[in-house]
């Protein structure tokens, strides 16, 4: 395996962006933000990658549009996922592993305020059998939440300090949509929404782009790049049946399955994506962090959860610690698919 | 000039698919059709509802369906306080996973209820069926907590059901660009508004944001004339749904004279034969009380009678 590392991180949310829904506006300020951090210019970048969904904003073809942001004359290689950016990253790092590119920028852009973001996602539903109904995202999750509840797995404390938790924690974060120091009391006393969904339960509707760029170490660009490196040291995405019927939805085998594959021995923090809070309890035991792993210190995609990069962001996140020192070694796990269908876990970590 | 942020406009988008079944899925739809829910048999033993084309575990196609009850207990449940257009209801009611009578494994439907604390993990529930049934899940309208009435009785055998029409529509708010809606606010005001890249000076009409080629914000704004140059042409002979244009008729790439990048527009006052690259054209605008934020404030481009343009002059621009 090539030794890769992650180089270079921008992100911008915000609740309601007003602009076209290609999010060139935001692509371009990122793209410009990370060529500062690396040093490096559009020629040093060896292959695009990014995520999105033309569902979310009704516009045809607009990751082709957003192309506009890189500048492709003369023609760059790139490519394109109907998926959160992080599987875009993982294209991006088997490209790199194949040795057809040495460098990546992979980015992931979304206006989910411009339709009705949890109706728009009942199109990733059984087609024949339950998209007709409008299954919509907060449904299907709180159908999720409440077999956990009545079935022992978790409770509504343990749910509620998810929430305290990662809004706490996102008053430390710029980006962050929705943040406010709070205690679990505060969290309980919070009427129902979508029983037994509190509305703090339910990531923010949120817009957004962000980006990320990878690097080979043996390569001349990586000699010339100043900055700190998080060595990626795992990356594996499993994916589990789409009828919710056929797993019990209590459980992530999935992300259990790509965490023991990645490796998460020696892990000190994890960024998990996680919309709604019950899910972070499912992804902590999947993964079995224990109590000495730092959870979230972002304030995690409860506090911002711009659809196509939300996932992106939690490996952007880990990685600031690394190059931080806020973390030796981190996890960082995005999620696609109703119920935590598809999840993707990456280690990584500092190397002096 | 102030921010007055960008240009919306409501847009809905929809489609009806028609999606063809396989032979799992029609004969339960055929069954939904004559009031019968069918379940399938995994391998493990288990029946599910809807029935999945194929085992989990072993991948075989599921060959064996089962009548099951019309009605069940429910499994889990969410509240839906605020239903979305095309949900079985369009008042709260609840989504909930429905394990019907002879199965094992739950179905997703709406049970209808006037508040939460009329449904519980455990009550039993039955379907209320549609008056009239195609074969489809939504022949099953809702369920509701099981009374003392009748139960269901499946209708005759009927013809097989071997495919489900799926609507599927979405309502947007459509944004254009800043940029975008500064060519659209000018075009209300009669003018064409580009903008230049300041790295490799190109004029953009429409402007894009971006400059494709250099991938820097275009920020410098740039009138341009409303004549140009066509620089290459398509004669449109073929008729198609929505058409508004009696055919033949010509849509062309203008070069309006000040811009760098050609854009489409429709040709008229001239035979379709006669149109030609190099053309020199000028746009016809309508009434001025007609205008607004939109490109059909000009109607069509016609000749100005001037000599052909030179290739040379619009070379680099096709």
């Given at each position: 395996?090539?030794?890769?590392?992650?180089?270079?991180?921008?992100?911008?949310?915000?609740?309601?962006?007003?602009?076209?829904?290609?999010?060139?506006?935001?692509?371009?300020?990122?793209?410009?933000?990370?060529?500062?951090?690396?040093?490096?210019?559009?020629?040093?970048?060896?292959?695009?990658?990014?995520?999105?969904?033309?569902?979310?904003?009704?516009?045809?073809?607009?990751?082709?549009?957003?192309?506009?942001?890189?500048?492709?004359?003369?023609?760059v290689m790139e490519s394109h996922v109907e998926m959160d950016a992080a599987w875009a990253l993982y294209e991006a790092w088997v490209k790199i592993q194949t040795g057809l590119v040495d460098t990546a920028l992979v980015y992931g852009f979304g206006k989910s305020s411009a339709g009705q973001l949890r109706r728009v996602m009942s199109l990733q539903m059984d087609p024949y059998t339950v998209t007709p109904l409008w299954a919509d995202a907060v449904s299907v999750a709180g159908l999720q939440a409440r077999a956990g509840l009545e079935g022992g797995a978790w409770d509504e404390e343990q749910m509620a300090a998810v929430v305290a938790r990662s809004m706490s924690d996102a008053t430390g974060n710029e980006h962050a949509i929705r943040s406010r120091t709070t205690t679990v009391e505060d969290v309980l006393a919070q009427p129902m929404y979508a029983d037994p969904l509190r509305r703090w339960d339910c990531a923010p509707v949120s817009d957004g782009a962000a980006a990320i760029v990878i690097s080979a170490a043996d390569t001349p660009a990586f000699d010339r790049f100043p900055g700190q490196s998080a060595w990626i040291t795992g990356f594996e995405h499993r994916i589990e049946p789409g009828a919710l019927n056929s797993r019990d939805l209590t459980v992530s085998t999935s992300t259990a399955a790509a965490g023991a594959a990645a490796g998460v021995d020696g892990v000190d923090l994890a960024e998990l994506h996680a919309p709604f809070s019950h899910q972070e309890l499912i992804l902590g035991s999947a993964l079995g962090l224990g109590d000495d792993v730092r959870i979230n210190p972002s304030g995690g995609a409860l506090t911002a959860n711009p659809m196509f990069t939300a996932g992106l962001n939690r490996i952007g996140e880990a990685a600031r610690q690394v190059w931080s020192g806020g973390s030796q070694r981190a996890l960082a796990h995005a999620t696609s698919g109703p119920a935590l269908q598809q999840n993707l876990v990456m280690t990584m970590e500092a190397r002096s | 000039m102030t921010d007055v942020g960008t240009l919306h406009a409501p847009m809905k988008v929809e489609f009806d698919y028609t999606r063809s079944l396989g032979p799992t899925l029609s004969e339960f739809m055929t069954g939904l059709k004559r009031r019968q829910i069918l379940g399938g048999k995994l391998a493990d033993g288990t029946v599910a509802v809807p029935p999945p084309e194929f085992d989990p575990q072993t991948y075989d196609p599921i060959t064996e369906l089962v009548p099951v009850g019309s009605e069940g207990v429910v499994q889990s449940w969410v509240w839906v306080p605020e239903p979305v257009p095309g949900q079985p209801l369009d008042k709260p009611f609840a989504f909930a996973q429905i394990v019907l009578d002879g199965t094992d494994r739950p179905l997703l439907h709406a049970v209808a209820v006037e508040a939460p604390d009329q449904i519980a993990t455990g009550q039993r529930v039955r379907a209320v069926w549609a008056e009239e049934t195609v074969g489809a899940i939504t022949d099953i309208r809702w369920f509701e907590p099981e009374g003392d009435g009748p139960a269901t009785v499946p209708g005759p055998e009927g013809e097989a059901v071997n495919g489900i029409i799926a609507p599927v529509n979405l309502s947007y708010d459509y944004a254009a660009s800043p940029e975008e809606s500064k060519f659209f606010r000018g075009l209300a005001d009669g003018k064409l508004i580009g903008q230049r890249c300041p790295v490799c000076e190109k004029v953009y009409v429409p402007p894009r944001g971006a400059c494709p080629v250099d991938g820097v914000p275009t920020t410098d704004e740039v009138e341009v004339a409303d004549r140009g140059t066509v620089t290459t042409f398509c004669i449109v002979n073929v008729p198609f749904t929505g058409q508004q244009i009696p055919i033949p008729y010509v849509s062309a790439y203008v070069l309006l004279d000040g811009a760098d990048i050609a854009f489409l527009h429709l040709i008229l006052g001239i035979d379709a034969a006669d149109v030609r690259m190099g053309l020199r054209v000028k746009a016809v605008w309508k009434p001025r009380d007609e205008w607004g934020t939109t490109i059909a404030n000009i109607s069509h481009f016609e000749p100005t009678g001037e000599p052909d343009a030179d290739f040379e002059t619009y070379k680099v621009h096709l």
């Open positions: 395996m090539r030794d890769v590392a992650i180089v270079g991180f921008a992100q911008r949310q915000m609740k309601e962006f007003d602009g076209s829904p290609t999010c060139v506006e935001l692509l371009v300020p990122i793209f410009a933000e990370l060529f500062e951090q690396t040093g490096w210019t559009k020629s040093d970048i060896d292959f695009w990658c990014s995520g999105s969904s033309d569902y979310l904003a009704g516009r045809a073809f607009s990751f082709v549009s957003a192309v506009d942001a890189i500048g492709a004359l003369p023609p | -």
